[in-house]
């Protein structure tokens, strides 16, 4: 039987090298930091989740060291038989405090997160209203539940106004949106997004994958740049982003919504429990989040560096304040291209394309971090000019 799938197989698999869509993988050798060895040399990393420069901080490594000698290497269990130990209940109450919310459920990653989410709490009586743009794993959540599902412009909120009308009857509505869109860099306008939540008695669950430890004055994401962190009912995030890089995730808000996860959530429940190195690494962030804002203003220097050095020489950027930088390019095989003569360069880019991105929206996608320093957000503006340069000879 595999014979004839194999050979489908084979034949999209070309389609999609043809088409210039192919996703290749290259292999660091080392820890991820700004710098990274790929291939023969050190590669300026311009393409990591690695916001605020954490991924290889010497305090997080030692934190995580320390807990792998005290509690071991993993639970081997999940959190409800044996596999709660005191850093995850230590952790859960650290990001309910640095976050402002009543309490916090650890998962294994956000996309767990955000699966074991809606099917626990809302049935075919309710409704979840969702922006159109939201991430894959806020649609899979929402595709395994019985709830009804409504999708809305994305951050337009008169079009999310006219869903809640529609909405009406259902016995509990629920907006799900992102705090930031990964492919943009865009923000969801959360204090309008809320304002017609209590208007229309909705519920409101946002994921701030992208955006916690580093968005809002304090890096508390955008509940609190928007100033509705009390607004704010379910709020979903990663610890494999800014808080750290490596995994995990978790569900923080409402008492009462936390609780009846711990008791329904199916990845919670069928999922071992997060490594205790993990854990404590974690912790360790929080804690140099709560002692200094120099990665926040290091972050926040080097974004608005770029943007306006990459204006200057002329590239499409769309708009915004977020260490996301997308540069526009339009044709998939040419963001390729251009990915490959920045690797040339120095610069380790990745080109995104359908279907991560729509057709003719295709873009390398610059993400600055607080590693970078000034001299490196400098020479990868002079490696896109260059590259850019190669590409119209």
Same mark, same amino acid.
């Given at each position: 039987?595999?014979?004839?799938?194999?050979?489908?197989?084979?034949?999209?698999?070309?389609?999609?090298?043809?088409?210039g869509?192919?996703?290749?993988?290259?292999?660091?050798q080392?820890?991820?930091?700004?710098?990274?060895s790929?291939g023969?040399?050190?590669?300026?990393?311009?393409?990591?989740?690695?916001?605020l420069g954490l991924?290889?901080?010497?305090?997080?490594i030692?934190?995580?060291?320390e807990?792998?000698d005290?509690?071991g290497?993993?639970?081997a269990?999940?959190?409800?038989?044996?596999?709660?130990?005191?850093p995850?209940k230590?952790?859960?109450?650290?990001?309910s405090?640095?976050l402002g919310?009543e309490?916090?459920?650890?998962?294994s990653?956000?996309?767990?997160?955000?699966?074991?989410?809606?099917?626990t709490l809302?049935t075919?009586?309710?409704?979840i209203?969702s922006d159109e743009?939201?991430?894959?794993?806020?649609?899979?959540?929402?595709r395994?539940?019985?709830?009804?599902?409504?999708?809305?412009?994305?951050r337009?909120?008169a079009?999310?106004?006219?869903?809640?009308?529609?909405?009406s009857?259902?016995?509990?509505r629920?907006?799900?949106?992102d705090?930031?869109f990964?492919?943009?860099?865009?923000?969801?306008?959360?204090d309008?997004?809320?304002?017609?939540?209590e208007?229309?008695?909705a519920?409101?669950m946002v994921?701030?994958s992208?955006?916690?430890?580093?968005?809002?004055? =304090?890096?508390? /994401?955008?509940?609190e $740049?928007f @100033?509705?962190?009390?607004?704010?009912? *379910?709020l979903t %995030?990663t610890?494999? !982003?800014?808080?750290?890089?490596?995994?995990?995730?978790?569900?923080?808000?409402r008492?009462?919504?936390v609780?009846?996860?711990?008791?329904?959530?199916?990845?919670?429940l069928?999922?071992?429990?997060?490594a205790?190195?993990?854990?404590?690494?974690?912790?360790?962030?929080?804690e140099?989040?709560?002692?200094?804002?120099?990665?926040l203003?290091?972050?926040r220097?080097n974004?608005?560096?770029?943007?306006?050095?990459? =204006?200057e020489? /002329?590239?499409d950027? $769309?708009? @915004?304040?977020?260490?996301i930088?997308p *540069?526009?390019? %339009?044709?998939a095989? !040419?963001a390729g291209?251009?990915a490959?003569?920045?690797?040339?360069?120095?610069?380790?880019?990745i080109?995104?394309?359908y279907?991560?991105?729509?057709?003719?929206?295709?873009?390398?996608?610059t993400?600055?971090?607080?590693?970078?320093?000034?001299?490196?957000?400098?020479r990868?503006?002079?490696?896109?000019v260059?590259?850019?340069?190669m590409?119209?000879?």
């Open positions: 039987m595999y014979g004839a799938m194999r050979d489908d197989l084979k034949a999209g698999l070309a389609e999609i090298r043809e088409a869509l192919y996703k290749g993988e290259r292999v660091i080392g820890p991820q930091r700004a710098s990274v790929v023969d040399g050190d590669v300026l990393n311009f393409c990591a989740n690695n916001y991924a290889d901080h010497p305090k997080l030692k934190a995580a060291q807990a792998l005290r509690w290497f993993g639970m269990s999940v959190r409800f038989i044996c596999g709660t130990q005191q995850h230590e952790l859960e109450a650290k990001l405090e640095f919310t309490d916090t459920i650890l998962y990653s956000c996309f767990d997160a955000n699966a074991g989410l809606f099917e809302l075919d009586q309710d409704v209203i743009l939201n991430h894959a794993s806020i649609i899979d959540g929402v395994l539940c019985k709830a009804k599902r409504m999708r809305y412009r994305n337009d909120v079009d999310l106004e006219a869903r809640l009308k529609e909405a009857g259902a016995r509990y629920m907006i799900a949106t705090g930031v990964s492919m943009d860099g865009y923000l969801a306008p959360l309008e997004i809320c304002e017609l939540a208007r229309y008695d519920l409101v994921d701030d992208h955006a916690v430890g580093f968005t809002g004055p =304090t890096g508390r /994401g955008t509940p $740049l @100033g509705v962190q009390d607004k704010v009912d *379910v %995030g610890l494999g !982003k800014a808080l750290g890089g490596a995994s995990g995730g978790y569900t923080s808000g008492a009462e919504i609780e009846m996860l711990r008791q329904r959530s199916r990845p919670y069928f999922s071992n429990s997060l205790p190195s993990i854990t404590a690494a974690a912790l360790a962030t929080l140099l989040l709560d002692s200094s804002s120099d990665l203003g290091k972050l220097a974004t608005e560096l770029f943007r306006r050095r990459m =204006t020489a /002329g590239f950027l $769309l708009p @915004g304040e977020h260490p930088i *540069v526009m390019i %339009g044709d095989a !040419k291209k251009m490959d003569l920045l690797l040339d360069q120095g610069i380790y880019v080109g995104f394309s279907p991560v991105v729509p057709h003719g929206k295709a873009r390398i996608r993400q600055m971090s607080a590693a970078h320093s000034t001299d490196d957000v400098n990868a503006v002079d490696a896109f260059t590259a850019r340069s590409m119209d000879e």
